[in-house]
């Protein structure tokens, strides 16, 4: 049996069976492969020992033994292998856990031990709101106030004969108040089976029996006021005394009084 370099017994007597070495020294030129020079001839290979403590494996770092690494396989006699650096770990991705996400590194503290201050945002002023664009013209605060006019219940009784005598002044009469609003208000008194609701309803109590369904009309005005326009009453509608045409659209102004029906009177009051 013969022993190799690294001091394996090995039944073959050219290479050995446990590191692969060869035995005896390089074979003469022109013989066979399986032929071997006499025992005891110096070897052309390299010494193992040094190649041993000046080769580790360059892929896993064992000691070489052989041709081939006795831990991974690597061919020491095939091309140089050069490990290269492992890649830099990347920057985890944002955590999108439960919809949270990574904080915000804080500022690193400015010279002197002092911390910079937090950018506060800027908060954009809050929008005013614009006036109503659904009316035509700006409007400004009108009222109408609604009573009963002595006065006038006298001079419509005087020009009616007996037929007025029957309608007697209200002993009471609560006085009510109506904000004018909109492009226009309808006076006259509540009917059902019409479909009327004015928006002076003047049905009472007290109830004047002069009152037409749809008796007059209060129209607002380009400048921000009101006028009255009588559609065609069974009694007529007038303004601060004069009685107005029918169709006639009549400008009002601060204080003026409406007269209509056999009492009721309308002032309209501005701001």
Known sequence: ????????????DDFC??????????????????????????????????????EPCPRCGTARSGQFCEACGYNFSG?????????????????TSRGYSQPTPAPAPAPGGYSQPTPVPTIPPASVASPDS?????????????GADRAYYERVQAVTGPEGAA?????????????????????????????????????????DPGISRLHAVLIATPDGGWAVLDPGSANGTLVNGSEIGV????????????NLGAWTAITVHRG
């Open 167 to 207: 309608v007697a002044f209200p002993p009471y009469c609560a006085e009510r108040r109506f904000q004018l609003v909109g492009n226009q208000m309808r006076i006259g008194r509540r009917s059902v089976s019409r479909g009327l609701s004015p928006e002076l309803d003047l049905t009472g109590p007290p109830a």
């Open 134 to 146: 659904s009316l035509p013209y700006p409007q400004a605060t009108w009222t109408a106030v609604v």
């Open 79 to 95: 091309p140089r292998f050069t490990p290269s650096a492992p890649p830099a770990p990347s920057a985890p991705p944002p955590s």
């Open 17 to 54: 069976d446990t590191c692969g070495m060869r035995i005896g020294g390089a074979p003469p030129l022109g013989g066979s492969v399986g032929s071997s020079s006499a025992s005891g001839a110096a070897s052309a290979w390299p010494d193992p020992a040094a190649l041993v403590s000046a």
């Open 1 to 12: 049996m013969a022993v190799c370099p690294n001091g394996h017994d090995s039944a073959s």
């Open 247 to 258: 169709g006639d659209q009549v400008t009002l102004h601060d204080g003026d009084r409406i």
